[in-house]
């Protein structure tokens, strides 16, 4: 997974709008930034579910599992991940 940047984060909490999206459509959003800032980890408690998101507009898109990214996206890899707690 190539990017411009990587950055490790301890914990990521997510709240607001939420939209949950499939890869294809995760990778357009992908597109409509110069540099998109994604964040990568893994939420769930006895299965864990991978999940990728970015942010549009204030809104959080997300996707299940890994998607390619391009080489100018700023990566978060998130060692915990959750969603409106």
Do not use: H, Q, W
Request: net charge negative; charged share 25%; hydrophobic share 45%.
């Amino acid at each position: 997974m190539g990017c411009g940047m990587a950055v490790d984060a301890n914990r990521v909490i997510a709240g607001g709008v939420l939209v949950f999206v499939e890869p294809e459509t995760f990778r357009k959003f992908l597109e409509l930034k110069e540099r998109p800032l994604v964040i990568v980890g893994e939420t769930g408690g006895f299965r864990k579910v991978e999940l990728t998101m970015t942010t549009y507009d204030g809104t959080l898109i997300i996707t299940r599992g890994e998607v390619e990214l391009p080489e100018t996206a700023i990566v978060v890899n998130a060692k915990e991940l959750s969603l409106g707690k």
